[in-house]
Structures are given as structure tokens and as C-alpha cells.
């Protein structure tokens, strides 16, 4: 084979590998509606927890809603020990939500070290 038929070869690989690589922004193919959407108010609920007494994990969550009542908590475990709860509830289109913060258990801290005067240089002679 000569050189130019080795490029007419590579050439056509490129230009089909081109043509066959999907355009990006393309998004997936569009298959359709969904079936048996509902565009109403929404309702659920639903709760989550880990509690992981090896890494000192401690959070979770609860919320229910019924069209624009919404109501939940959610609950973390602060670096001091306490815990820290936010129940909250959002009543309808226009109230917004309003939350209500509040801690349990007693905060402890570890020993104190001191101020910190950062390390000292000396000016050394060349």
C-alpha cells in the first residue's frame, strides 16, 4: 500500500467515527409522554436516619405533605456533643417556611491549648 491510500483509509475511519458520535447537548432520545402524570398537588411522606456509633454519625429527616402543607424535621449530631433539631412547616402558597431551631444535650469541648503565637523565624546571615 502507498502513502495515499493509507490516508484515504484513516481519512474515511475518521470521517465515519465523526458521523456516527452523537452530537453533544443531544440529550437521550425522546420516547414520549409520560403516562399517567399528574400535574395536582403533591403528597407524600417519608423518613430517613443513620445513626453509626463508629464514626459518630448521627442525622436524619421526616416530612409529610399535602399539597402546599408541608411539615418535617431534620436532626444532626454538632462537633460539641449536642444535638441540633429543625422542625419546620410551610402552610400554604403564600406563609413561606418557618422553622423553629433547637439543641439538646450538653456542649463539651476539649482542652484548651493556649493562644497561638505561630512559629518563629530567625533572620539568618548569608
Known amino acids: 500500500m502507498n502513502s ?3 490516508l484515504a483509509c484513516i481519512s474515511a475511519a475518521v470521517l465515519v467515527n465523526l458521523s456516527s458520535a452523537q452530537h453533544p447537548g443531544a440529550g437521550a432520545p425522546h420516547h414520549g409522554g409520560v403516562k399517567g402524570h399528574h400535574d395536582g398537588p403533591a403528597h407524600y411522606n417519608y423518613a430517613y436516619a443513620v445513626q453509626d456509633d463508629y464514626s459518630g454519625s448521627n442525622f436524619g429527616q421526616s416530612e409529610q405533605r399535602d399539597g402546599y402543607s408541608t411539615s418535617g424535621q431534620y436532626h444532626v449530631a454538632l462537633p460539641d ?6 422542625t419546620y412547616t410551610v402552610a400554604d ?9 433547637s439543641y439538646s444535650g450538653q456542649a463539651k469541648y476539649g482542652p484548651s491549648h493556649g493562644p497561638s503565637h505561630g512559629h518563629a523565624h530567625s533572620a539568618s546571615t548569608v
Open 4 to 6: 495515499m491510500t493509507i
Open 81 to 86: 456533643g449536642r444535638i441540633q433539631t429543625v
Open 93 to 101: 402558597q403564600y406563609s413561606g417556611y418557618v422553622a423553629d431551631v
